[in-house]
C-alpha cells in the first residue's frame, strides 16, 4: 500500500463520520440510481468494516464530504476523461472528497445483464476510488482493490489484506473487525470465481 | 522513436510514443518533454514495480498488456520524483 504524499486522511472528532452524495445532473444512463445508490452503500461498507468511519448518504450534494458524479471529457477538474475504456475514473486525495466517474464507460452492476464486452462494474471501481478518497495510492499488489487496472467484465469488490492494513494505519481498527470476515470474504469471492 | 533496444515495435497495437505518453500521463515521465532511452527505461523499471510486474525495463508483453487496461486515472507512485510519497510504503 502507498499513501499519497504527506500521507492526507480526513481529520475529524473521532468516530468519524462522512457524508457522501450523487450529482443528480451527472448520472450514467446504463444504470438506474437504485442501483448506484446500492452499489455505493456495498463499497463504503467494504472499507467501514475496517476502519472506525462510518459512511452517511445524504441528499445535499453541495454540503457533503464525499460528492460523486458521472461526468463526460473535459468536465472542468483539469482531469479530462477519455471516452470508453481508457480512465475508467479519478479521485482526490483527503480532504477534497471528489470522486468522478467517466460517463462514457458502460458501467454495469450485473454481467449477466450488461453483456457488452467492454463493460466496467461500478462496484469495483466504486471500491478503488473509495481508497483513494481515504487516502490510499496505487497498491502494487495485483489482488489489492488499489491496484490501478481493471480488466473489462471483471470484478475485485473485496478488500485485500494490503488494502486493510494501509486504511487502518491511517485510521485505526474497526472494533468489530476479524481477520475472519475478510478471509470469509476472499474465499466467497474465489468460490464464485 | 529512439534509435536504440526500442527501435521494433513491440506490438501491433502499441506503438512507442503511445508507450511514451501512458508513462507522461500516469507520473513515470516528464510531461511535453522529449525523453532518452535511459529516462524510458528507468520509467519502464519503475512503472514495472508499481504494477508488480517483471522487472525487464523494457516494454515486453506484460507492459503493454498492463498499458492496454483500463484503469484509475490517478497518478501512481514514482519513487525518484516523489519521495514523500514513500514515507508510509511498506
Not at chain 1, 456495498?42 to 459512511?55: L, M, Q
Not at chain 1, 445524504?58 to 472542468?76: C, L, Q, R
Not at chain 2, 512507442?16 to 532518452?36: A, C, F, T, V
Amino acid at each position: 500500500y502507498v499513501y499519497f504524499p504527506g500521507r492526507p486522511r480526513w481529520t475529524r472528532d473521532v468516530p468519524l463520520k462522512l457524508t457522501y452524495a450523487f450529482s443528480q445532473e451527472n448520472l450514467t444512463p446504463y444504470l438506474a440510481p437504485t442501483d448506484i445508490r446500492r452499489v455505493f452503500r456495498r463499497a463504503f461498507g467494504k472499507w467501514a468494516s475496517v476502519i472506525p468511519v462510518s459512511f452517511i448518504e445524504t441528499e445535499d450534494y453541495v454540503i457533503a464530504d464525499i460528492k460523486i458524479g458521472f461526468f463526460n471529457g473535459d468536465h472542468g477538474d483539469g482531469e479530462p476523461f477519455d471516452g470508453v475504456l481508457g480512465v475508467l475514473a479519478h479521485t482526490f486525495s483527503p480532504e477534497n472528497g471528489r470522486l468522478h466517474l467517466d460517463k462514457a464507460e458502460t458501467w454495469a452492476v450485473d454481467f449477466d445483464e450488461e453483456k457488452s464486452s467492454v463493460a466496467v462494474d461500478l462496484e469495483s471501481v466504486a471500491v478503488h476510488e473509495i481508497g483513494h478518497v481515504l487516502g490510499l495510492g496505487h497498491s502494487s499488489v495485483k489482488d489489492a482493490a488499489m491496484y490501478p487496472t481493471l480488466k473489462p467484465r471483471s470484478k475485485k469488490v473485496n478488500l485485500n489484506m494490503d488494502d486493510v492494513v494501509g486504511v487502518q494505519s491511517l485510521y485505526g481498527t474497526n472494533p468489530n473487525f476479524t481477520l475472519n470476515s475478510l478471509l470469509a470474504s476472499e474465499t466467497s469471492t474465489n468460490l464464485a470465481d | 522513436r529512439n534509435p536504440s533496444q526500442f527501435t521494433t515495435n513491440p506490438s501491433p497495437d502499441v506503438s512507442i510514443p503511445e508507450i511514451k505518453r501512458h508513462l507522461q500521463q500516469y507520473g513515470y515521465l516528464p510531461q511535453n518533454k522529449e525523453s532518452d532511452d535511459v529516462s524510458f527505461e528507468q520509467a519502464l523499471v519503475r512503472y514495472q514495480k508499481n504494477l508488480g510486474l517483471p522487472i525487464t525495463g523494457k516494454p515486453d508483453s506484460d507492459t503493454l498488456s498492463q498499458i492496454l487496461l483500463p484503469r484509475c486515472g490517478f497518478p501512481d507512485d514514482v519513487e525518484p520524483k516523489t519521495a514523500p510519497f514513500h514515507t508510509g510504503k511498506k
